[in-house]
């Protein structure tokens, strides 16, 4: 992923300019230059070689590489994944998007840093919702479908497990629906993380302050790319809740003693940050 969005990026800068030596074997290699590193994490480390009339150039030459949808600009699906660690701080109208203004920013800030992530707390994650979980998000990036098994279903209620690593410092996020319509408006929706061995690794706990939550369109890809974004909106323990969500739970997850958690709306995003998480955290990234 990384040399891909590299390669469209240099292909454009070599339209514009003349290449240094260093950035010619870049080129050729995928192997960023030698050199200092300058200060926003994920962005291309050889754009510190580039002039600032090449990187409009490179921005659009990235937005025309990855843009699915034809807007131009980038939402957080679309973002490159080594970008979306400083989706946040680019996004500076905060309407939830990377345009080739604010692309072409980050471009002339790019740093390479070390990706190091802490240890594993869970080799896969359970959930049971009521009603389902629509999009699971591990670290920016939507889990493919391929990772996700469905259980069991229960009048319409799941309960879904998710062939995924989590390790200490990820972020995840579910957007989690409910039909407010159904069962006397009842909704239900909680986790456990498992780890062989060892049982249970995480769960969802509304008092914990790891659980968060959005509601508002307009700010879901800047919370699903930025972990530090309404981190601080605690999610709220479910009313009124399924009846027998706990019990399902247990059934899945000996020994969960968590709660249910979920937003204001019935349509919501629920993030879990785990922990260690540090007010300057940025995924993959040593502090």
Not at 28 to 41: E, F
Not at 131 to 138: G, L, T
Not at 209 to 226: K, P, R
Request: net charge negative; hydrophobic share 35%.
């Amino acid at each position: 992923m990384r040399q891909t969005i590299l390669a469209a990026t240099l292909f454009a800068i070599s339209t514009v300019s003349a290449q240094p030596v260093g950035q010619e074997a870049f080129i050729k290699q995928g192997k960023p230059p030698a050199g200092p590193t300058l200060s926003l994490p994920g962005f291309p480390h050889s754009m510190k070689h580039a002039s600032p009339a090449t990187t409009p150039a490179a921005a659009d030459a990235l937005i025309r590489a990855h843009d699915k949808n034809g807007d131009r600009r980038f939402n957080a699906d679309e973002c490159p994944t080594p970008f979306r660690i400083s989706f946040a701080t680019l996004d500076s109208n905060h309407d939830g998007y990377l345009d080739a203004t604010e692309l072409t920013s980050g471009l002339g800030l790019g740093e390479k840093r070390p990706i190091v992530r802490g240890k594993v707390i869970a080799n896969y994650v359970y959930t049971v919702a009521d009603d389902f979980v629509v999009d699971v998000y591990h670290n920016g990036e939507k889990v493919a479908d391929s990772r996700r098994e469905m259980l069991s279903e229960t009048f319409g209620a799941t309960d879904e497990k998710i062939n995924i690593e989590v390790r200490e410092g990820d972020c995840l996020v579910f957007n989690v629906v409910n039909n407010r319509l159904r069962w006397n408006g009842v909704s239900y929706f909680a986790v456990a993380g498992m780890k062989t061995g060892s049982g249970v690794g995480f769960l969802s706990d509304a008092d914990s302050g790891q659980w968060s939550y959005c509601d508002d369109l307009g700010a879901v890809n800047t919370f699903i790319a930025d972990p530090a974004y309404l981190a601080n909106q605690k999610a709220r323990p479910v009313t009124p809740k399924w009846d027998q969500g706990d019990s399902r739970m247990n059934s899945l997850a000996d020994g969960w003693k968590g709660t249910s958690v979920w937003g204001n709306n019935r349509n919501t995003w629920i993030k879990y940050i785990a922990p260690p998480a540090p007010a300057n955290f940025q995924i993959g990234v040593t502090h």
